[in-house]
């Protein structure tokens, strides 16, 4: 080997290690940057105490049972047969009374109560909701049914909200099961 050919082969191998330590710091150099230019993580959330799973109360919810007439048991039977075992994300629960015409979901509870009450007698102008075909008068956080031949009467706390959107899980089971009243307040009757 002449030692220009000798020289070559050096100038080879020193290369060949130059680019052998040279890249591999490049990479570690450009990956420092990277992580120094890099926005700071954000941190997770704390777990929110709504979050965290609900322990259902196991007693039974009061809840009062007026004495109902064979019609009204008639109909407040069918009606709770038929209500779903949840409102929405609601289990349902006992009551203290009046099974055959009371249902409870959820904590704070959510109550229905068949027959309970009279249908308030309202003036044209009072604001009535029609949801899902059922005409509610609505009072703070009871809920009313005024256009049915047994009134309804859902008690609905301020911790559900929008409270409407809760309601309507109700409408349905109503309609099939609930006929509508022979007289119907001129607010629902325009209303559909």
């Known amino acids: ?80 047969s038929q209500l779903p075992d949840r409102l929405q994300d609601l289990p349902r629960r006992d009551v203290t009374a009046g099974h055959e015409q009371n249902a409870a979901y959820g904590d704070p509870a959510v109550t229905v109560a068949c027959g309970a009450a009279p249908v308030p007698s309202l003036a044209p102008e009072v604001k009535v909701w029609t949801l899902n075909g059922v005409c509610w008068h609505q009072s703070d956080e009871v809920w009313t049914t005024v256009d049915r031949e047994v009134p309804v009467r859902v008690t609905m706390p301020l911790a559900y909200q929008p409270p409407g959107q809760w309601i309507i899980g109700l409408s349905n089971t109503l309609v099939a099961t609930v006929p509508s009243a022979a007289t119907i307040p001129a607010g629902c009757a325009t209303r559909g």
């Open 1 to 80: 080997m002449s030692n220009d050919q000798t020289a070559r082969s050096g100038d080879r191998s020193a290369k060949t290690i130059a680019t052998a330590i040279a890249v591999p710091l490049a990479l570690a150099a450009g990956f420092g940057f990277f992580q120094a230019m890099r926005p700071p993580a954000e941190p997770a959330p704390a777990p929110s105490a709504s979050a965290a799973p609900r322990v259902m109360p196991t007693a039974p919810v009061a809840v009062p049972a007026p004495t109902l007439n064979a019609r009204q048991t008639t109909v407040c039977r069918a009606l709770l």
